[in-house]
């Protein structure tokens, strides 16, 4: 059994299930031979196993997330050239913990409680716009919408630019070839945030960014982020904390709708949302895997690895692994305890966590109270993209 996991194909009827059960039972350190899909031609180990892939990412000193040694700066690549700059996601320590301890100034708990209301009532809106409630496409008019938004609220965007950005953010993502975003609209992008970033320093506002731009770490030979290490924290938030945030959404209505008795549940006892909300996280994992770079040689489960080796491990696949969750198959909003790895785990684990549990608890409460039922009107259309995986169109009757 093989599925060329390399290929966005095998992603474009879901996740490929059946074959990480396979590896996990047999092969739980597998090596993924090179095909045409391979990034650079080159093979790369499938951690499949729950406990595996959070010794990956609790060891950090021998899985580096920097992916290009010796050091290189941005994990946009458009900035290869210059090394003068980091990206939270593909740097090490110490310049990861220097980047999260300036960045982590913006996110504070009283930054992130300041935008309830604001969400909360952008939640109602995007609900109130919805074209047709007998016949709309969910995914664009509603679960992209918040998480953008929320986005932007944190950069200080203002609100007139918001839909362009967020234009320029979607026509990027889907030009299959980069995975990520497009070159020539994260250019656009790019420029957009330098402009902004320019325009913090001069005019600081209440916004995340704004602090972010200020922040200092005493005691480090570089106190404030510089500029590259800002523009690439403006550019990372995008696919970090936007797409993966409508994923869980348009994967939690899709979960629900498909197990009436858990929507049921939830409907009768409002109180298991903060449960329903880390059991969507679990049974979407928007983020399905991430890689990093073996530093020495080693072993995992016993395999040897080699210094150099790629290493990738599937947070979807050790969200559904036997051996850490009863009924891993089973989608239960009251699931507890529920020790996931949705947001990850270590020292990367996801910045906007406290945002992305509280946008999702925002919007299914407003979902839920604004409609009694909603009603699948086609089988949604999932992302042929491995690394963005999730629903991509969902078309929805909602009463
Ligand atoms: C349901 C929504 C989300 C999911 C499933 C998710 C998932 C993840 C995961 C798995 C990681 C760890 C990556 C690694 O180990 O290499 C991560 C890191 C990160 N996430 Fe999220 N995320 C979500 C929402 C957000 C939001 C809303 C933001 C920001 C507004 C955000 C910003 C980040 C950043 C900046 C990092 C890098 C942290 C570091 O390297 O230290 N994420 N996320």
């Avoid at 919408?145 to 932007?152: D, G, H, K, T």
């Amino acid at each position: 059994m093989f599925v060329d996991l390399s290929d966005g194909a095998s992603f474009a009827d879901g996740f490929p299930h059946q074959f990480f059960k396979y590896l996990r039972d047999e092969h739980p350190v597998y090596w993924h031979k090179p095909t045409a899909h391979s990034p650079g031609g080159e093979g790369f180990w499938v951690v499949s196993r729950y406990d595996d892939a959070v010794a990956v990412m609790r060891d950090p000193q021998t899985f580096s997330s920097d992916k290009v040694p010796p050091r290189k700066g941005g994990g946009t690549g458009l900035n290869d050239e210059n090394h003068a700059g980091f990206a939270i996601n593909a740097s090490d320590d110490p310049q990861h913990k220097r980047l999260r301890g300036l960045v982590s100034q913006g996110f504070t708990p009283r930054h992130i409680a300041a935008l309830e209301t604001e969400l909360r009532q952008r939640a109602k809106t995007i609900l109130d716009r919805i074209s047709d409630p007998s016949d709309f496409e969910f995914m664009r008019e509603v679960a992209r919408e918040l998480p953008l938004q929320a986005i932007c609220s944190i950069l200080g965007v203002p609100e007139e630019d918001r839909l362009e950005l967020a234009d320029w953010i979607d026509q990027g993502l889907e030009t299959p070839s980069e995975g990520v975003i497009s070159r020539e609209h994260l250019l656009l992008v790019q420029k957009y945030g330098q402009e902004l970033i320019a325009e913090k320093r001069r005019r600081p506002g209440k916004d995340m960014l704004s602090d972010i731009v200020q922040a200092r770490l005493e005691g480090e030979a570089e106190t404030r982020l510089n500029a590259l290490e800002l523009i690439n924290f403006f550019l990372l938030l995008f696919p970090a904390g936007a797409e993966t945030t409508r994923s869980a959404i348009g994967g939690g209505l899709l979960a629900l709708i498909e197990h009436p008795d858990e929507m049921r549940k939830l409907r009768d006892n409002p109180a298991l949302m903060p449960l329903a909300v880390e059991e969507i996280v679990r049974w979407t994992t928007p983020s399905i895997y991430k890689r990093r770079t073996a530093t020495r040689d080693t072993e995992l489960a016993g395999t040897p690895i080699k210094a150099g080796d790629k290493v990738s491990f599937w947070e979807m696949s050790a969200n559904r692994d036997e051996r850490a969750f009863a009924a891993p198959f089973k989608f239960d909003i009251s699931r507890d305890p529920n020790p996931h790895v949705g947001f990850g785990t270590g020292i990367h684990i996801c910045l906007g966590m406290p945002l992305a549990r509280m946008e999702l608890k925002i919007m299914f409460e407003e979902l839920l109270a604004r409609f009694d039922s909603f009603e699948l009107l086609a089988s949604p259309k999932w992302m042929p993209n491995n690394r963005l995986h999730g629903v991509r169109e969902m078309r929805i009757c909602a009463r």
